[in-house]
Structure formats: structure tokens, C-alpha cells
């Protein structure tokens, strides 16, 4: 079954190829602005994204793969990049009235990524959703849940549920080589479990259904902010890294873009997102 | 989507992935007429497998009672609702799967319930259909009724989890069928949860991922029937694989109930999932409630099961629920009892077609004492 769900998978991105060919606009194009310093460029509150000269991205609803959200509420976002010679730094920001970063059944979380071709040539890019097999992409992905864990502690299930009760939980009674057999993904490091490290997690993907966390080598870190009714979400990246997204000053690539509301239940391809590559050029 | 063969609908249908059917398919069959919603079988699931984090609410294995009980919440009715009258059609089903009734953008018909919809695991309980006149008897069938449904996955051939998941992160095991959620490649998108009809994919707030029963598999790998299934006082259960109709085995007692004496009915086969566990509808209920949900063939079941005595190779299957930890592979009835084996041909258990009555004199000589009886 694994086999054949995997060859629908090739048959499905080999259909989309011959629909929608990458776009490359050349206007506008995202500019990393020089700024001062060699620390990480992933605080959303600082000034240095005031050298930045922000983009407007048109985000639409992705109806091309299901499943589907056909009504999006974000439908524009804010882009700004700077570097300082060691980071690039990435500020995106878009207006949801409500932060969503508690999770249960029929509540979802807020989220952003943002895509790069792993290996960039202007003339050849990536199926620009999520990559193609050959053709990889590596993708960053902010969660309000997880920027809630880092900020607040992860939510209990009391914290959950007020008027839950419950007797007793395998962590209180047995050793913890055993109660860890009790806590399924959480127990198996999955990046989603809790935000420990990192709001955003890096991963990459060869197509629909590919998308992979990268596990420790994770380079990407950020943060994001929710005042006013307005999401502010930074992410930073070495340059120069041996490994992931080939970024230096002088550079160019290209940069997709993708973001979910959670109170109107996108998740996965449930989402919105820039239907064009942004061109971004890295200065001197 | 590809062409598929749904024997339950007694044609091919659309699914979105190849059909392969695993080299053996985990299956069960539930006597609904021997379930008394003891929920033992709940608490062995609840205790084994979900009592962590996250979990407080999620019961794998649950008993529901019918008409009225749901666990989540009206699950059967709304998705059947959702998918609307249909035409069953005689031994070819006329309407339409929830694959074909998928809406514009979406791969298969659902619909993601409420948080609070697993707030009362046990809701409806004991809940009959109305009230019993003054004077009134009850007859066959009965006119006020309910019966329990004992519920896990299905371990579908065609699941709709599988089927609904963006990220390929649930399997099907081909080497017994047990359809299974990768924990380290779920995101929580609950396109399964929000997929599966029956609403058996659950989601972990705590692991911020979705879990479902797992078929006890290491159980299983190891020769041993499911913790539901063992642990039942009631022994209503049989544990082990079900053939496809074209490779039936005549000495697997799955296969002899619901191939050969047809008395194994699939739950909700309409939905085009060809689900894996098998139910023996229960005998007082009206038939029209019962095809809905487990299809045509009901009064054909529940008239087998009434002369199941004369029927010695089903008697001896029915004899086998609970009567070993292991899976039975094989059985063979002789005279005077049924045997059940296990894949190498080994004799697990052996259990009479009619259990011998001892009868006991009123008065114990030795304690020159008077028994009570207490029957």
C-alpha cells in the first residue's frame, strides 16, 4: 500500500507539473537589507527591520490539490528580509484578529511557512508546491502552538479542559523508561509534540505528502508576536550553511509563501498562499 | 481514484488509492446477542494502550448502546445524514460510497466533530426506543428495543483515514491488514478523524497528533488475540483474518461465520469502506433499523443463527469465541466437540458442542448438609 500510495504520489506531482509551471515574476523583488551585527536576525520587535522595504503578497486559496479551503481570511501578507553577513532575517506579517495556538479537536492553530528551492537556478525552479521529486524544496514553518509552549509552557490538560478530571496518569506511577511508552508521538520526538527548541521547524519536501522534518540539523529558529490583531513572525537563517537553503550576500533565490488561520480551521493544504515564486536578492 | 472491489457492495468502486489487499486481514466477529456493555473490554483497551496524556477522553474500544448511544456523539447519524438516502439496491449496492459523495475539493464525505462530542463517552446508555405500555409482553422482534455495539477500528481494506491523509502518514500493514497512524510523520491535521466514518482516529491534544487502535499488534505478531477480545467475560468475541470471498478457507471459523453461514454482517457497509470486523445482528430488533446499518442479509443472519444448533461446523465456530488467548487459524468440529489450531496446525483448545449437565443430589451426603438451589 505504502508502495502504491507512494507511485499516486510521483503520478500526482508528474500531473501537476504539466498545469501549473513554476512563475518567476520579476517585479517585485524581495531585498535583504544590510544590517549591523552577526547575531541571529529572529526578533520580531527589533529595529533592524525598519532598513527593510516591506513587499505586499496577494495570498489566495489553495483549491488546486484537496483537500481544500476554498475561503481564505488572510488574503495579503507583508514581507521584509535583512542580513547581516552571517543571518538573513525574515519578518512576515498579516492581520488575524484572533491568535489560535491552543489545539484540541476542532480547534486549530495559526501558522506560516515560507519556501525555498534547495538547490536554486532561476531558469529551472520547483513545482512551487511543495517542490518535485528531483526538485526539492526546504520549507520553514512557524506554529502559534509551539510559540506558545516556548512562551508559556505547553498547555496541560487541565489548562485544556478546566473541568477535566482524571485519576492518575502513567507518569505519576511508574518509572520513566516505561511511562514514556505512554506518550506516543510526544515520547517519539515528534517536532509538533512541543516547542522546545523552536517555534518553526524546518523541513523539506519532493512533493505532495513528502514534507519531512530535517531533525537536528535544523538551522532555521524564530519567534512570532500577536498584538493588535496583527501577526508578526520572524525567522532566521546562517548564511553560508553547509547544509539546507545555500544563501550569501550578493545571493538571489526564490522565496513562496503560505499561511493559515486557525479559527477558520485551515490546516495542511487547507491554506492560503502566494502563487508565485517572490524573487529575493541577498545585497553585498 | 482508482477501481477498486468492494465484495461488501458486491462491486468496484472509486477509491483514491490502488487496491492491495494484505497477504492476511486482520477481522473480528461480535456477537451483539451476547454483549451485556460490561465494558471490560473498554477498560482492557483504556488500560493497555490509552491512559497517558491527552488521551483522557479517547477510547479506542468503546460500547455504545443502539439506538441512542454515540461515542463521538451522533456519529452514525450525522455522517449518514450527511450522505442521504440511498439506494441499497439488492445484492449490488446502487448508491453512493462516501468516496463518491466526496464534495468539490475534498477527497471522501466527513465531517469533523465537536470537541465536545467526546465529552460522554457512555451517553444513551441503556436508552430504549420508548416506553413499555401496562400489560403489554414483548414480541419477536421487539417493538421497544436496544442492544449494545461494541465498536474498534475496522482495519478497512479501503480506509477512509488512509485515504483522507495529506501526508501519507497512515499504512496499512500488508502483512496483516492493521491500518496504522506513523507518529512520527502526523502533523495532527485530523483529516482522519474528520475521514473515517466511524470516527475511530482520535485526536491527542497532548501529542498534537491523531491515534487510533492499533489492532494490538504486537499481539497479534506474536500469535495472541486482541485485548478486547480476550479479556471478554462475555465471550463475544473471535479475533483473526478474514479471506476475501475468493480465497475463502472452509476451516477458518471467521471465514465459515460470515463466508459460509453468512452470519457476519459488516457495520455501515454503505460507506464503501469494506470494513473488517463483522457483527451478528442482534435477534429482537426490527430488520428495518438493522439494514441500515449492517446491510441487507440481516434476517438471513439472524435466521442462521437461530438454528445454528443444527449446524454443527457453525455451532463449533461460535463455540470458539473466547475459548483461547491465541488466534485460531484452523478448526475442525468432530463428533462431540469443536478444536481450534493455530497456523502450525497445533491444537490450542477444545471445547464441547453441548456442555454436560451435572446434576447434584439435593442432599451432600459427606457434610450431611441440604444444597440450596440457587437457580
Known amino acids: ?17 504539466a498545469v501549473a509551471a ?15 551585527g552577526a547575531n541571529p536576525l529572529g526578533d520580531p520587535a527589533a529595529g533592524y527591520w525598519n532598513a527593510a522595504k516591506p513587499v505586499e503578497v496577494a495570498m489566495e486559496a489553495q483549491t488546486t490539490v484537496a483537500p481544500t479551503q476554498p475561503v481564505v481570511t488572510v488574503t495579503k501578507m507583508n514581507v521584509r528580509a535583512v ?11 498579516w492581520r488575524d484578529g484572533s491568535a489560535d495556538n491552543l489545539l484540541v479537536t476542532d480547534g486549530f492553530g495559526d501558522q506560516v511557512a515560507v519556501e525555498f528551492p534547495l538547490a536554486f537556478n532561476k531558469d529551472d525552479l520547483p513545482n512551487i508546491m511543495m517542490g518535485e521529486t528531483g526538485k526539492p524544496v526546504s520549507i520553514w514553518q512557524w506554529r502559534a502552538p509551539l510559540q506558545y509552549d516556548k512562551d508559556k509552557g505547553k498547555p496541560t490538560t487541565k489548562q485544556l479542559y478546566p473541568n477535566s478530571h482524571y485519576d492518575i496518569y502513567p507518569d505519576k506511577v511508574l518509572p520513566a523508561e516505561t511511562a514514556v511508552l505512554y506518550t506516543g508521538a510526544h515520547g517519539l520526538g515528534n517536532p509538533v509534540s512541543e516547542g522546545k527548541k523552536s517555534a518553526v521547524m524546518e523541513l523539506v519536501a519532493e512533493g505532495f505528502g513528502t514534507l519531512t522534518h530535517v531533525g537536528d540539523q535544523q538551522l532555521v529558529d524564530g519567534s512570532g508576536t500577536h ?17 539546507g537553503v545555500q544563501l550569501a550576500p550578493g545571493g538571489q533565490t526564490a522565496l513562496g509563501l503560505a499561511v493559515w488561520d486557525g479559527g477558520n480551521k485551515d490546516v495542511g493544504s487547507r491554506k492560503a498562499w502566494a502563487a508565485t515564486w517572490l524573487p529575493l536578492q541577498l545585497t553585498q | 481514484m482508482a477501481k477498486v472491489y468492494n465484495w461488501h457492495l458486491g462491486r468496484e468502486m472509486e477509491y483514491p488509492h490502488e487496491g492491495v489487499r494484505p497477504v492476511k486481514q486482520f477481522g473480528m466477529i461480535l456477537d451483539t446477542n451476547k454483549c451485556i456493555a460490561c465494558q471490560t473490554c473498554t477498560v482492557a483497551c483504556k488500560t493497555t494502550w490509552t491512559p497517558g496524556r491527552g488521551q483522557e477522553t479517547m477510547f479506542w474500544n468503546n460500547v455504545e448502546s443502539k439506538p441512542y448511544g454515540y461515542y463521538p456523539l451522533g456519529w452514525d447519524v450525522k455522517i449518514l445524514d450527511k450522505l442521504g438516502v440511498q439506494d441499497a439496491g439488492g445484492a449490488v449496492y446502487q448508491g453512493k460510497t462516501l468516496f463518491d459523495a466526496a464534495p468539490d475539493g475534498e477527497r471522501i464525505l466527513g465531517y469533523l466533530p465537536e470537541d465536545a462530542d467526546y465529552a460522554h463517552p457512555n451517553i444513551g446508555e441503556d436508552d430504549s426506543t420508548g416506553l413499555m405500555s401496562q400489560g403489554i409482553h414483548l414480541t419477536m422482534p421487539h417493538m421497544q428495543w436496544m442492544y449494545y455495539l461494541p465498536r474498534i477500528c475496522n482495519h478497512c ?48 491534544s497532548n501529542t498534537r497528533t491523531s491515534e487510533k487502535c492499533v489492532g494490538c499488534y504486537p499481539a497479534i505478531e506474536s500469535g495472541r488475540q486482541t485485548q478486547c477480545t480476550i479479556t471478554c467475560i462475555g465471550k463475544i468475541r473471535l ?7 475468493d480465497q475463502v478457507r472452509e476451516d477458518n471459523p471467521l471465514d465459515y461465520i460470515v463466508h459460509i453461514a453468512k452470519l457476519g454482517r459488516p457495520l455501515y457497509p454503505q460507506f464503501g469502506l469494506e470494513p473488517n470486523t463483522y457483527y451478528i445482528p442482534p435477534v429482537h430488533v426490527p430488520p428495518a433499523y438493522l439494514y441500515q446499518m449492517f446491510g441487507t442479509g440481516v434476517e438471513q443472519a439472524i435466521a442462521g443463527y437461530r438454528k445454528a444448533k443444527d449446524d454443527p461446523k457453525l455451532l463449533g465456530a461460535l463455540l470458539l469465541f473466547g475459548a483461547c488467548k491465541e488466534i485460531i ?43 440450596t438451589n440457587i437457580t
Not at chain 2, 495529506?166 to 507518529?183: A, H, M, T
Not at chain 2, 468432530?334 to 453441548?354: I, K, T, W, Y
Open chain 2, 239 to 245: 479475533q483473526g483474518f478474514i479471506s476475501a470471498p
Open chain 1, 1 to 17: 500500500m505504502k508502495v502504491n500510495m507512494h507511485i499516486q504520489t510521483v503520478l500526482a506531482t508528474a500531473t501537476l507539473m
Open chain 2, 157 to 204: 481494506t479501503y480506509p477512509a483515514c488512509l485515504a483522507a491523509c495529506s501526508r501519507n502518514s497512515i499504512y496499512k500493514r500488508p502483512e496483516d491488514g492493521i491500518v496504522l497512524i506513523d507518529q512520527t510523520r502526523c502533523r495532527g491535521y485530523r483529516e482522519c478523524v474528520k475521514g473515517c466514518p466511524y470516527k475511530k482516529p482520535f485526536f491527542n
Open chain 1, 227 to 243: 498584538q493588535s490583531g496583527v501577526w508578526r513572525v520572524a525567522m532566521t537563517y546562517p548564511l553560508g550553511a553547509e547544509s
Open chain 1, 22 to 36: 513554476p512563475l518567476w515574476a520579476a517585479d517585485p523583488v524581495l531585498v535583504a537589507a544590510k544590517v549591523d
Open chain 1, 83 to 93: 542580513q547581516n553577513g552571517k543571518f538573513l532575517g525574515l519578518l512576515l506579517e
Open chain 2, 329 to 371: 487459524h484452523h478448526y475442525k468440529v468432530d463428533g462431540s466437540s469443536a478444536m481450534g489450531f493455530n497456523e502450525q496446525g497445533e491444537e490450542l483448545v477444545r471445547v464441547p458442542l453441548v456442555e454436560p449437565i451435572h446434576v447434584r443430589a439435593a442432599h451432600d451426603e459427606k457434610f450431611q448438609a441440604y444444597r
